[in-house]
Each structure stands twice: as C-alpha cells, then as structure tokens.
C-alpha cells in the first residue's frame, strides 16, 4: 500500500489584483449573503487565467486552479514551471503561509519550509536565538534543538558570527543558516523554493546532498522548487509540471523536463537572427539553418543520419584571426560539444561557415545550439538564442557507433568550411 504523507486535493487560489484586500465592502456583503444561504462564494466563478503575457479583462486572477497530486513518504517531489506558473504560490498554500481559495491539504507530520531568504528569521535577534525560535516554531523541545545546535552551526558555516544579529548576515549567509535549521531540525516534509540559487555553488552541492541524505536515508519527503533542471534531474524522483496556474503533468523526473522543455523551446530548422543593431560591428552573424547533405531543411534529425549546420555571417572590414564557432549542450545546459574552425583572414564581404557532422551520433532528445565569432582572446559575437535541434528515434542507420548513456554524443570535432557567398 502507499504511503501518502501529503494529499493535495482540489487546490485552487484566486487574489485580487490592484490595492491589497478583499475587494470592496459591497464584494464581502455579497459573500456573506451568499454563506449564510449556503451558496457557492460568487466571486469563484469570475476570474482571468494566470497568463502574464496577456491583459486581463477581470480584477480577479486565479494563480492556482484545481491542482490535484499525492506524495509518498520519503520522495522527493520537483515542481517545475515557468516564473508565474504558480509554484511559490503552491508551496506558500502547503507551508500554511496563506490559505487556499478552495480544496484540501492533507499531511501527515510537521511541515518545515524554506520559501525565501530568511523566512521566519528575526533580524534583531541572533543566529542561535532563531535556531531555537525556528525549532520552536517547528515543535521541537530544547533538548532536541541542544542536539543538533552543533550540526547546524558546522553545516550552515556560521559558527563564528552564530551570536550576532542576523540583520548583518550576508543573503548568503542567512540562507545558509535557513537551510540548516529546516534540515537538521528533523521535520517529516521539508519544503524548499528557489532559495539555494542564492548559495554558492559549495554550499549548493552541500544542500542536495542533504536533501538526498533526508530523504533517502531518513525517509522523510522534500518538496523542491527550482528552475536548475541539472538540480532537478539530479534530487527529484518524481516531478510535476505547473503551467498559468494549471497543473499539466506528473511523472518521471526526466520525462517531465523533456516535455516541459520541448514546450519552451522552439523546433525549427532555420533561425535568422536581428541584425539591426549589429551592423555596426566588425563581424556579425545572420542566419542558422540545419539541413541534411542533400541541402534540405531539417526540423528534426534521425539517429545515424547525417547533417549540418550553415551560419552566415557579415564581415564589415578586413580582419585576420577570425575563428568560428559552434557550442552545443544538453538539455541540462551541460557544454558537451565545440567546434571551431582553424584561423581565417576575411575580406569585406558575405560569408558562410558549414559545420557537418558525419560520425558523431546523438542520443534522441533536444540540444541547444550556440554561435561564437572571436579574434584571438577578443569575442566578435555570441549567439545564445533559443536555438535548438531535435534527435528523433528514428534511426536511418544503425552502427555501433550511436551511444544510449545520458552524456549525449561521441566521436571527434565537427568538419568545417568557410566559404565567401558570392555577389548577386
């Protein structure tokens, strides 16, 4: 049989946009009229999508509507979203910061949460003072707050300003010390936003390796919210998309970032890029467009079968020690391959650089693609746009060659020709 430690049924958060309150004295008369004939709150059925990028026609918006999902003891739950999907308003619901609208949380245990830099911090008081205040908060008596006084201090690396105030903390630090407290402090749900970003990357891998140690080792559940996909593939066993307010999808960590990152990016086959703002430069890039070897566009690429990729660029004055360069990572924005051409001197003038790809095989999935142009150490122009490729399952040629791990490719750099365009 499961066992739930937190059961989300029907959670749906509606606020009202402009000055803060409940809305007007005639909004609440209403709402009172309607409880006490035991009718459904009208203002529940008024209300635009949480959509940022349009303009809405109501005063009410519904940041959270009818989100539905269970969690099992000891796993660790990713939540994932664009900003203004819903997920800090989500995680303030399961922390009690703020009520839902409609629906039900049920959760077995203490819940301990960290949604902001210093949340529940008392500024004026010191660290160790709000390490007891924290596990006071949190249900725990003195004598188990004594026992992990030492753990928290060591693991948060402020044992030395641990009896100053924490108003002079760095963010850095506080949230170093926030962490700790909601970690060692031994709650069953442990509930983490985008606050570890604020961390450097010392103390990031120091958080992970916590949460995994909490949960796995210690069986209790952690909610995490972040938009470090690497971060995400690496701690969470389950995962759930957030959309406008929506709840989209749940399931396999890895399954629900592809999908959410196939959404968010663009598939296509030829990206031209804004040159009206770079034509003033020594060198500037035009266009990228991936096709197979037979010059036909490609939207997506069959594992085995060759392409390349042809970037046109503008060269506005005579120039030597130009290198061209082509970045690709995975969908965790890991660098897994570079190539560059070999140092050209270049006239005024159109060019094109292709970069082909015969031997190297791809894992089936998505790619970002970057551009570079340099002279020696100095950089020309840098292309880091929503440029991506797509490896479908497609195979046309099965060798020994094509790979199944997750690192993404192998084989050697990618051959490459400059080539001036001629005039028309």
Request: aromatic share 8%.
């Amino acid at each position: 049989m499961k066992d739930v430690i937190l059961k989300v049924e029907n959670i749906s958060k509606q606020y009202r946009l402009g000055q803060v309150g409940t809305g007007t004295l005639s909004h609440d008369l209403n709402r009172w009229w309607h409880l006490i004939r035991g009718k459904e709150n009208p203002y529940l059925k008024i209300g635009d999508v949480n959509d940022r990028s349009t303009k809405g026609t109501s005063d009410y918006v519904w940041a959270l509507q009818d989100i539905n999902f269970e969690v099992e003891r000891g796993e660790v739950l990713g939540i994932i979203g664009k900003n203004g999907a819903g997920k800090s308003t989500l995680l303030k619901i399961l922390s009690k910061v703020t009520a839902p609208t409609t629906g039900s949380i049920k959760s077995r245990g203490r819940i301990a949460s960290l949604l902001e830099v210093g949340t529940g911090f008392n500024g004026e008081m010191t660290g160790r003072e709000n390490i007891f205040l924290n596990g006071a908060i949190l249900g725990m008596t003195k004598k188990e707050i004594i026992s992990k006084l030492d753990e928290i201090m060591e693991f948060s690396g402020c044992e030395r300003y641990i009896d100053t105030p924490v108003k002079r903390y760095s963010s850095g630090m506080t949230v170093r010390l926030a962490f700790a407290v909601a970690a060692f402090l031994e709650p069953e749900i442990l509930v983490v936003d985008e606050v570890l970003a604020v961390g450097d990357a010392e103390f990031q891998k120091k958080a992970i390796g916590k949460m995994q140690d909490i949960s796995k080792g210690e069986g209790r559940t952690v909610l995490f919210v972040s938009h470090n996909m690497a971060a995400i593939q690496k701690l969470c066993t389950k995962c759930i998309l957030l959309q406008n307010g929506k709840f989209i999808m749940q399931g396999k960590t890895e399954d629900v970032i592809n999908y959410y990152l196939e959404q968010t990016g663009e598939n296509t086959s030829e990206y031209y890029f804004d040159t009206s703002i770079s034509k003033h430069k020594a060198v500037f890039a035009n266009s990228l467009i991936v096709k197979d070897l037979d010059n036909n566009l490609m939207n997506e690429i069959p594992l085995g079968k060759p392409w390349k990729i042809e970037v046109s660029f503008t060269v506005n004055e005579n120039i030597d020690n130009v290198v061209i360069g082509l970045g690709m990572m995975d969908i965790h924005e890991t660098p897994i391959s570079t190539s560059w051409s070999l140092p050209q001197q270049l006239e005024v003038g159109n060019y094109t650089a292709t970069f082909t790809e015969e031997t190297i095989k791809f894992n089936t999935g998505q790619f970002k693609v970057l551009v570079g142009i340099s002279r020696g150490n100095e950089s020309l122009e840098y292309i880091d746009n929503e440029m991506f490729i797509v490896f479908s399952d497609v195979v046309e040629k099965q060798d020994e060659t094509i790979i199944n791990n997750k690192s993404g490719i192998i084989g050697n750099q990618m051959k490459i020709n400059v080539k001036k365009q001629e005039n028309v």
